[in-house]
């Protein structure tokens, strides 16, 4: 019996003597892929659900059931109803996009951050110190890199004037942090993003403090495609009335946790919201 074969049998009987699954799928992950066992680290070894051997591998599929870990997650956030109305805020509150159902938006790669010479080396010192502890999040990992060829994400600024942020019935000064500011994301067909670019016309910009604020709440904003809203503490960078804090809040990553606490490879409307609020029910009785 090839040596990589017997090493398979091992690991998933043994691992399965101590899986960490809970046997709940909330039907966020549909499809059904396969890799080289060789590729996966202990915890996604935990997650085999079906395998075929190859000549010279073991291919394996990892089941869509939710860990301990992100059962817990789930619960924590859906069963808050402060932050289920905020979340609801900040990602749906225009259900409709175009007559149809607004789709949430995340990101399945690293986030390589590039940030141009272009900003003030005083800026690019504030927002690193900003972002860079922003480590607890799970399935959102950004990295800071020296090139602009190892980046997916560029900060620089704008070569082309960026117009002051209006609405339909009323156009704002550029302290509101969509004027003179922009990000732009590029989406694969599952909604998921792999590339940004983030400017600001500096240049323009008549008051110079307004720099650093307004690229923390567009990065930020970026993350999920979140909608400002007025109706947010100054504390949050998701208000119109941010206060330039000095660290990421409290509530700010609990909206980070639960726009993450799994990636789905389907569509997810604020239709699916509210069925995974209605599962939070069935599943998390006791917590």
Known sequence: MPKFLILFIFLLFNFNAVVSQTGVDLGLNTKKS?????????????????????????????????TNAELKMFCKCYTND???NK?????????????????????????????????????????????????????LNLN???????????????????????????????????????????TDKNHKFYGATLTVSIRELEDKTLIVPKLKQLFFLSLGQFIINKTFPDTSLVSTLYNNSKIISEADLNLLNMHYFKIFDKEFTVKEFYRLLRESKRYCKND
Do not use: C
């Open 34 to 66: 396969f890799v080289s066992i060789t590729s996966l680290n202990q915890e996604d070894k935990l997650k085999i659900k079906d395998y075929f051997i190859t000549d010279n591998d073991t291919l394996v599929s990892l089941g869509n059931e939710l």
């Open 82 to 84: 402060s932050l289920v």
């Open 87 to 139: 979340y609801r805020e900040a990602v749906f509150r225009m259900a409709m996009d175009n007559g149809k159902y607004r789709k949430s938006n995340q990101w399945n790669s690293d986030i390589n951050i590039f940030i141009d010479k272009s900003i003030p080396r005083k800026v690019r010192k504030k927002f690193t110190e900003f972002y860079k502890p922003l480590t607890s999040i799970n399935n």
């Open 144 to 186: 800071f890199v020296s090139q602009v060829s190892e980046a997916n994400y560029i900060i620089k600024e704008s070569e082309t004037l960026i117009e002051n942020f209006e609405s339909n019935i009323t156009k704002y000064g550029e302290n509101h942090p969509l004027s003179k500011g922009e990000y732009k994301v590029i």
